[in-house]
């Protein structure tokens, strides 16, 4: 059996803010040492909740475990070029196959290619066309995991432009459909079998659109 750390860390990145306060100092004689975390639901390793997407829609509270921990298969897109679209035939030749109602895990090894803290980690990632989310969907996930910015106008909101929603195309055509978003993996370079144990349980905040979480798979499990 093999864990292996999928999770981007929690720490100062240029576009999201962190505050991390710590109270107390054990050496001087403080009983406890404790730290308060101040950071967006949405950054980092996460996972969104439909609310994040649609109006009145569900709130990550409601995610049922079921959705974000379970048999996962890694599509393995590493050949993919950067700054190039993935298309629904990269999709199918790099599917191992599997039933419906898995997490989809789709690995660019992006993490590898460029750095997360940098810009063209976000600017030169490959991306996923409407018709790809269309092709996962129709394989009835649970929900589909990235370790690349798959949506193009991901890259765009850095400079603050918007484009109209339905660009954004695996929350529109995935997430308003019931599909759970898994965002920013990393490390995927390192799974080495087809399918796996993963797990992406978010952190349970009531009413909140998304949640960090700690994202692992466990190799050499039956699935």
Known sequence: MNIIDLSMPIGQHF????????????????QFRVSRLSATCHGFSHVDAMAHFVAGGPTIETTP???????????????RPA?????????AAADPGGKEGEILLLAAHWSDRRDYNSREFWTQAPWLSRASAEWLAARKPTAVA???PQDYPIRLLLDGKEVPKPEHVTHDVLLSNGVTLIEYVVNTSR????????SAAPLLIPNADGAPARFYAIEGLPV
């Open 83 to 91: 700054n190039e679209p993935i298309e629904p035939e990269h999709l």
């Open 146 to 148: 990235f370790d690349f």
């Open 15 to 30: 576009r999201w803010p962190v505050e991390l306060g710590i109270k107390g100092d054990i050496a001087k004689g403080d």
């Open 191 to 198: 799974l080495k079998a087809p399918r796996n144990l993963f």
């Open 65 to 79: 475990l079921s959705a974000v921990v379970g048999p996962c298969r890694v599509l393995d897109l590493s050949a």
